[in-house]
């Protein structure tokens, strides 16, 4: 039966902050750990070794905005782009260290080139004309990004909320990483009002791994 044993050697692990570790380097073999997770510098990354499951830097966030509600609706007018609105009043994230959205600059966030992302946009719309009333949504950036687009009608009728869900999926060039984008809205035919706005980021592919 086989049996195992305590190594000799030491590793000496630097505790640090979250906003230090986004800030360095790691050098290969190297580690730093955070109240979430070990990091250890892989290749020019700075990779999770832990908590399992860590390792490709992978999860998801949601974010909930809290101005633009039933009472207080985001108004739309006809033909005019706006920007989809969240302030990220709310927030629940897998971990901690996890930001894919900047509320301050309304800009959805790519870690890396070549990263793979899941986007679901849920909220709440009506329109006072409905049979010739659509939205157009869209993330607006430069190259494929421009593609990631949609349409939704109001087939419920006039002034009858619609509860929408809207899934993006898209990968990030060096431009989405350097600049991030928008999600862009345009009421069409005639104005329309959206409110309970939610952003919900999944990760499923860390590029720097592929």
Not at 22 to 28: C, K
Not at 134 to 146: A, F, K, P
């Given at each position: ?6 190594t ?19 050098e ?9 997770a ?12 832990y ?14 905005d809290?101005?633009y ?16 609105p ?29 990263d ?50 809207m ?16 999600l862009?809205i ?10 309970d ?14």
């Amino acid at each position: 039966m086989p049996t195992t044993r305590n190594t000799s050697y030491k590793v000496h692990v630097q505790h640090t902050d979250q906003s230090e570790v986004d800030s360095v380097n790691i050098e290969d073999g190297a580690m730093l750990h955070t109240s979430d997770a070990l990091y250890m510098g892989h290749q020019g990354s700075n990779v999770i070794v832990y908590p399992q499951g860590g390792t490709t830097q992978l999860g998801w966030a949601r974010y909930d905005d809290t101005v633009y509600t039933s009472s207080n609706k985001l108004s739309l007018l006809n033909g005019v782009e706006a920007v989809v609105p969240n302030n990220a009043g709310n927030v629940v994230k897998s971990h901690s260290s996890i930001d894919f959205y900047n509320s301050a600059t309304q800009k959805i966030l790519g870690v890396n080139e070549n990263d793979v992302y899941v986007f679901t946009l849920a909220f709440k719309a009506q329109a006072p004309n409905a049979n010739q009333t659509y939205l157009e949504y869209n993330l607006e950036g430069s190259g494929q990004i421009s593609r990631v687009s949609g349409t939704m009608a109001f087939p419920k009728g006039n002034n009858v909320e619609h509860q929408e869900s809207m899934v993006m999926q898209y990968y990030t060039d060096s431009t989405f990483v350097e600049d991030g984008v928008q999600l862009k809205i345009t009421s069409i035919g005639n104005g329309s009002s959206v409110w309970d706005i939610i952003y919900f980021i999944q990760r499923t592919q860390n590029g720097s791994l592929s």
